[in-house]
T-cell receptor, first 115, second 109 residues
Framework: IAGITQAPTSQILAAGRRMTLRCTQDMRHNAMYWYRQDLGLGLRLIHY???????GKGEVPDGYSVSRANTDDFPLTLASAVPSQTSVYFC??????????????FGPGTRLTVL | GQNIDQPTEMTATEGAIVQINCTYQTSGFNGLFWYQQHAGEAPTFLSY??LDGLEEKGRFSSFLSRSKGYSYLLLKELQMKDSASYLCAVADSNYQLIWGAGTKLIIKP
């Protein structure tokens, strides 16, 4: 089935623990993105990648890291989780990342709670 | 700074028409998107505008005025399944999307 998958669906994590959120797409899109969505706020970009091997920082990158070893996978790592990272995390992809007409397609999200 | 404003919540009646407004101030403009997001689900693409005017797609239409920094999403013949949040997003000079907080639309029978 074409699209984006994310894992896990939800997770409760103790503060200070390390966590990797997984994201895989099978649409052969060049660009991938990680957002967090918090109540009352718009989606905020954490990190992005316009092509395999390159990554960039978004609006709220602190406390998060990403890698893009291949086209399909774009994992997001929280090195030492803090309660303010409690959020819903969405992975998205688009064809190029360098065009205004690029439509972003979203994964189902990961609901993360840090206690 | 960059800013996208849209109403927090709107209520409408099944079968009616509703207009959801979005105003924006961004560093550059490369198009405006509308997405629909049902509770607990991912956002899904509805429409894209880059030129001034109205784009119609079935029951949904989207309008853009670049000079006014303004867009609206028009939903006709409202159905209960249209109850969702509607997200406005602008592609800035770096082609990154700047998102509004979303408008929660409640449809009443």
């Amino acid at each position: 089935i074409a699209g984006i998958t994310q894992a896990p669906t939800s997770q409760i994590l103790a503060a200070g623990r390390r966590m990797t959120l997984r994201c895989t797409q099978d649409m052969r899109h060049n660009a991938m993105y990680w957002y967090r969505q918090d109540l009352g706020l718009g989606l905020r970009l954490i990190h992005y990648s316009n092509t395999a091997g390159t990554t960039g920082k978004g609006e709220v990158p602190d406390g998060y890291s990403v890698s893009r070893a291949n086209t399909d996978d774009f994992p997001l790592t929280l090195a030492s989780a803090v309660p303010s990272q409690t959020s819903v995390y969405f992975c998205a992809s688009s064809e190029t990342g360098t065009s205004g007409t690029d439509t972003q397609y979203f994964g189902p999200g990961t609901r993360l709670t840090v206690l | 700074g960059q800013n996208i404003d849209q109403p927090t919540e709107m209520t409408a009646t099944e079968g009616a028409i509703v207009q959801i407004n979005c105003t924006y101030q961004t560093s550059g403009f490369n198009g405006l998107f509308w997405y629909q997001q049902h509770a607990g689900e991912a956002p899904t693409f509805l429409s894209y505008n880059v030129l001034d005017g109205l784009e119609e797609k079935g029951r949904f239409s989207s309008f853009l005025s670049r000079s006014k920094g303004y867009s609206y999403l028009l939903l006709k013949e409202l159905q209960m399944k249209d109850s969702a949040s509607y997200l406005c997003a602008v592609a800035d000079s770096n082609y990154q999307l700047i998102w509004g907080a979303g408008t929660k639309l409640i449809i009443k029978p």
